[in-house]
């Protein structure tokens, strides 16, 4: 199974105020205002989704590919249709994507001066809170560009992202067996 996420450092400087024009469908311009918390709120969405997609195939990242439901708890590509949840403060504003089928983690920290860093850090602490066998930095890896943890022989899946002062990992929950 797939999850995506992605962070938003809501102090950094607005996007570009073609950015929405840029990024949504016809359908979604229809549905949504311009407003910066939307725009921010539709990148991230398609952000988390196309970091869950890529994990089973090999996509390019079209934005306005990614459809966003009117009430921002969807989003579909191609075939593919994944549930949203957002968590949102005044300093950034976090978006996880996963089949609404599945259930995951996640857990955002400041940033470091290496959000590199910073973000193996926080996933490595979250994988350990969660009652898993410690991991190490070199199990965590890139297939293809798309990280995962590698332990006990086995993959699993994860999102790692950063933005400005903000870093968040996220971790797909194991099927009950």
């Not at 350990?128 to 965590?140: A, H, M, R, W, Y």
């Not at 798309?146 to 400005?164: E, F, K, N």
Request: aromatic share 8%.
């Amino acid at each position: 199974m797939i999850i995506g996420n992605d962070i938003i450092d809501l102090t950094e400087p607005p996007p570009h105020p073609r950015f929405f024009q840029r990024i949504t469908s016809e359908r979604e311009k229809r549905y949504f205002s311009d407003s910066v918390l939307m725009c921010h709120q539709l990148w991230a969405a398609k952000e988390a989704a196309f970091k869950a997609i890529r994990q089973q195939r090999t996509i390019n990242f079209i934005p306005a590919a990614f459809q966003v439901n009117s009430k921002l708890n969807k989003i579909r590509f191609e075939d593919i249709e994944l549930g949203l949840h957002y968590e949102q403060d005044q300093n950034f504003l976090h978006c996880l994507a996963m089949p609404a089928s599945c259930a995951g983690t996640y857990r955002i920290s400041s940033s470091s001066p290496s959000p590199a860093a910073a973000v193996r850090q926080t996933l490595i602490d979250l994988w350990s809170d969660l009652g898993n066998k410690p991991i190490t930095v070199e199990q965590i890896q890139k297939k293809n560009g798309v990280p995962q943890i590698i332990a006990g022989g086995s993959s699993r899946g994860i999102s790692l992202t950063h933005h400005g002062s903000y870093v968040a990992a996220a971790i797909l929950a194991l099927p009950p067996s």
